[in-house]
């Protein structure tokens, strides 16, 4: 039996406590040990070495220790056993080299991360908040934590309820659920027991942790605590999902699979042909053919591809924070990036979280209302063509009146006070010139009838120059029973023509998702007005008008559903609010094309197996009434049709499901602190816009990884041919030249890949979209990032770049040069072959369809890479750690320009000829 359906005589006798007195000491000390402490468990956060250590657990960082732990190894061999200096020293330098570049990639993710998490907790309110508790029989402040089950609280206006309670007693008690139900209105209190289940928002003789008192007062009992409550179980439902990788890395890791299996048949190969070729097997054979294949281990695996990607991905996620969104984890950067959906709660996210008047309809005449939100700014027209006797005066005076809140401004911040709704009255009245400390020097309230939910209203008496007034707002069922007729202009119309045409108004705005509400006054003498009874007061009214109010969409969210939309990304609305008020929104908001589209309820989806909402939920963009744990079965179910969804939210409610989806998106100023906690992207402006931009940069980013990755691999291809090519070739003597001389040293492989194809490669993450990305589908998560022709494009430019390489080593010998000024002609013109097709690698298309200067960063990359490359063969230091040696000027002019004709003869012929595999 749930707590709701128990009467207060039995949840009093369970916790044997007496509502006039609460527990006693030994009563909260032994319900403390038995429920539980009033505090919701908190994941503990990982180490600063847990983090720092996270990327070496990536299959490439993997590699690249084996390949420090097997430099080591060689270099430790040459100088002890074969003593070897000049190769120990180069084995030791690369083993440092690569050890140093796992180092820098682990600082970039873990700066990254600790960043994210300092930012959030910097966002985090750390108040420690109180609660009014009977004790002994006294009534006590004590700190929430320490509420236990079966404490008696009181509680009133402004006071946040600590735990979840069971009514005992009320006073017009209102409450505000929004972060569990997602629904704006304030939920009137009682305490009467409901025998059947219903869900959160309809468990009326209940308080929920976390929800906020905007009306009277209550006390009640203490039925759960802790990770009991709802806000608990929300908790636990977070602790459930586990944490995913992104589709990027998971595409990523399949490549690096793939090219840990490639290298290893490279070097294995590489090692036994060697050896086989040697025709001897003498540890000067076995050390020569050894430092080959550790300089083909080198140049198969893309050593620089976890820190370029890092530093890319960082990229993006500095242009994100410039947007206002706060990325926690590199990999988010590009999950938004492939979202194909977007699932989002109302209120708050795609609403103000402001009841606001939009629609009136006062003395006969219909207005409609500018502005949205708790602002005052705001016109109002009069909608009747030709019509401009303006008459509304009685029915602001009434609204504005009757009355209990108020809206102030506090350090440039409007600050409410009150229940929504008549926050949304006072704003009202600002707007047409009334406020109540205005009023209230013509006109004294001497007697106020509180709004109660049997009544359905508010009444309050007021007395001026003119006599006494009783000034009534509520339900316009309730008011038109017990009106006695209806102002039109300045005459009181009994006719049932304005009867008529006073409902149809309150149907119009109800068909348009409006909650509506009444106004109506009449005059009374001052015995009836001192000393009324209620029910003789509030009867035979003059209706003056009636509002119409509603949770305003944010102005910003139409256009950039919009956008998302022609992005092909579907929106989706998941909400705890009710059916008409939901598919009224996604209609204005362009969520729906129809005013009349489908909305599942949650009590729909309770019915539904998980196989009948797989079928269904890519046809429904619509949820109402809806519970934490449904929202994250429309998550799952839409993953399960390979979806990549982005959830978004800002209360309790919507962590769970922003835990579940591939991405989960934060409010940031308006967010409870469990859904930043849960989300990967937090808008710091709580701005939807925000979140099309970022989808935007994560697009970007991706197109950017995309094309320095197939710079980086046609580098890794053009260096393995060549070193293969020098295998299989050069098997004797040329020139100067020894046989099996590798044309290329490890070191300088090493190079190749850290500086001159790394730099340039972290500079593609500056530039700016080739296409109108928002145009496009969203990628398939489940595809390679070598999709599309990229493979082929890799494989045709690397063999020709790796061809020339060996040729540039083979003619350099022909032409009497020793090995290692041989090997500096193979390494510049690699160098500058892989410099000029950066270029090319930028574009999708060609390197003739952009601006070379459109990225100054890239350009100012190629050029430092270029010029340090051409110093490591001219500097002494290097020309002995590296093998390098120093060439003529004729040389260096050949190695710097022949090895563009490639790059611009190939991009040449797919410009000309449109081959889509070039």
């Not at 928002?201 to 007062?217: A, K, L, P, R």
């Not at 009255?425 to 010139?433: D, I, M, Q, Y």
């Not at 007395?463 to 339900?475: I, S």
Request: glycine fraction near 6%; aromatic fraction near 8%; hydrophobic fraction near 45%.
């Amino acid at each position: 039996m749930k707590f709701y359906q128990k009467s207060k005589e039995e949840l009093l006798h369970s916790y044997d406590v007496k509502i006039d007195r609460g527990l006693s000491s030994t009563q909260v000390t032994d319900n403390r040990e038995r429920y539980g402490e009033n505090k919701l468990p908190e994941e503990k956060e990982e180490s600063y070495l847990k983090v720092f250590f996270k990327s070496f657990k990536e299959p490439i960082i993997i590699v690249l220790l084996g390949a420090v732990a097997l430099s080591f190894f060689s270099s430790f061999y040459s100088f002890q056993i074969v003593g070897d200096k000049k190769h120990g020293l180069e084995s030791l330098y690369e083993a440092i080299a690569i050890a140093i570049l796992i180092i820098i990639n682990a600082f970039l993710g873990f700066w990254q991360e600790i960043s994210a998490r300092k930012n959030l907790n910097s966002l985090k309110e750390m108040n420690n908040r109180f609660a009014s508790v009977l004790r002994d029989g006294a009534l006590e402040k004590i700190s929430s934590n320490e509420l236990v089950v079966g404490d008696i609280v009181k509680v009133t206006v402004g006071d946040f309820v600590e735990a979840d309670i069971r009514w005992l007693e009320l006073d017009e008690l209102q409450l505000i659920e929004s972060h569990l139900t997602g629904e704006a209105d304030a939920i009137i209190k009682n305490i009467e027991v409901i025998n059947e289940n219903v869900e959160i928002g309809d468990q009326t003789n209940m308080g929920f942790s976390g929800s906020i008192v905007s009306n009277g007062q209550g006390i009640g009992i203490v039925v759960a605590t802790g990770e009991n409550t709802e806000l608990g179980k929300i908790s636990q439902l977070m602790k459930d999902e586990g944490i995913k990788s992104s589709p990027l890395q998971e595409t990523v890791k399949k490549l690096t699979k793939t090219l840990m299996k490639i290298s290893a048949g490279i070097v294995l190969l590489t090692f036994v042909f060697g050896l086989i070729s040697s025709g001897e097997f003498s540890i000067n054979s076995i050390t020569s053919v050894f430092s080959t294949s550790i300089a083909l281990a080198v140049a198969s695996i893309p050593d620089a591809l976890p820190v370029v990607l890092s530093i890319v991905l960082t990229i993006g996620a500095v242009k994100m924070s410039k947007n206002k969104g706060l990325i926690k984890t590199l990999s988010s950067v590009e999950t938004l990036g492939s979202t194909s959906y977007i699932c989002s709660d109302k209120t708050g996210t795609l609403t103000q979280n402001e009841m606001t008047v939009t629609k009136f309809y006062a003395n006969g005449q219909l207005y409609n209302v500018d502005g949205l939100g708790y602002s005052s700014i705001g016109e109002i027209h009069l909608i009747a063509k030709g019509e401009k006797n303006i008459n509304f005066a009685q029915f602001m005076k009434n609204i504005v009146l009757c009355n209990d809140s108020s809206v102030k401004e506090v350090e440039g911040q409007v600050k409410t006070f009150g229940n929504p709704t008549e926050v949304a009255l006072t704003v009202l009245g600002s707007k047409a010139g009334y406020s109540k400390n205005k009023l209230l020097k013509n006109n004294k309230i001497i007697r106020t009838l509180p709004f109660s939910s049997s009544r359905k209203m508010m009444s309050v008496i007021v007395q001026n120059d003119e006599g006494f007034y009783v000034y009534t707002k509520g339900a316009p069922d309730v008011l038109m029973e017990k009106a006695s007729g209806i102002l039109i202009g300045d005459i009181v119309d009994q006719s049932e023509q304005s009867k008529d045409n006073f409902i149809k108004v309150v149907d119009d705005y109800a068909d348009e998702a409006l909650r509506t509400l009444a106004v109506a006054y009449k005059k009374v003498d001052e015995e009836e007005a001192l000393y009324g009874a209620t029910e003789d007061v509030e009867k035979d009214f003059i209706l003056t008008g009636v509002a119409g109010i509603i949770d305003p969409p944010r102005e910003e969210v139409k256009e950039s559903i919009r956008q998302l939309h022609d992005a092909n990304i579907n929106v989706v609305m998941i909400t705890g609010d009710h059916e008409k008020t939901a598919r009224a929104i996604a209609y204005d908001l362009g969520i729906v094309k129809e005013k009349n589209a489908t909305v599942l309820k949650g009590i729909d989806l309770e019915e539904m197996s998980d196989q009948k909402l797989y079928a269904e939920v890519k046809n429904v963009n619509v949820y109402a009434r809806v519970t934490p744990e449904h929202k994250q079965r429309i998550v799952k179910q839409l993953q399960n049709h390979q979806q990549v969804v982005a959830m978004t939210g800002d209360g309790v409610n919507d962590a769970p499901a922003l835990r579940a989806a591939d991405i989960g998106v934060a409010m940031g100023i308006t967010g409870t602190e469990v859904t930043k906690d849960s989300a990967d992207l937090i808008l710091l402006d709580d701005k939807f816009t925000t979140i099309e931009k970022s989808v935007y940069s994560g697009r970007t980013i991706y197109a950017n990884i995309k094309n320095f990755m197939r710079h980086e691999l046609t580098t890794n291809v053009a260096e393995v041919l060549a070193l293969v090519l020098g295998l299989v070739l050069f098997r004797s003597s040329v020139g100067n030249v020894a046989a099996m001389t590798p044309t290329l040293t490890a070191l300088m492989v090493l190079w190749v890949n850290m500086v001159s194809d790394a730099i340039p490669s972290f500079s593609l993450g500056y530039d700016v979209a080739e296409t109108d990305l928002m145009k496009e589908k969203p990628r398939n998560p489940n595809e390679s990032i070598l999709a599309n022709h990229t493979w082929s494009r890799v494989l045709i430019r690397g063999t020709v770049m790796g061809t020339m390489v060996y040729l540039g080593f083979l003619l350099a010998a022909q032409n009497g040069l020793n090995a290692s000024e041989a090997q500096t002609v193979a390494f510049l013109t690699l160098v500058y072959g892989q410099l000029w097709h950066v270029f090319d690698a930028r574009s999708s298309r060609t390197l003739f369809r952009r601006n070379p200067f459109g990225n100054i960063r890239l350009v100012g990359a190629v050029l430092f890479a270029g010029v340090s490359s051409f110093l490591v063969t001219i500097i002494p230091f290097f020309n002995s750690v590296m093998g390098t040696a120093q060439l003529t000027l004729p040389v260096y002019l050949l190695v710097i320009f022949i090895p563009a004709l490639p790059t611009l003869i190939l991009s040449g012929i797919k410009e000309v000829f449109k081959i889509k595999i070039w």
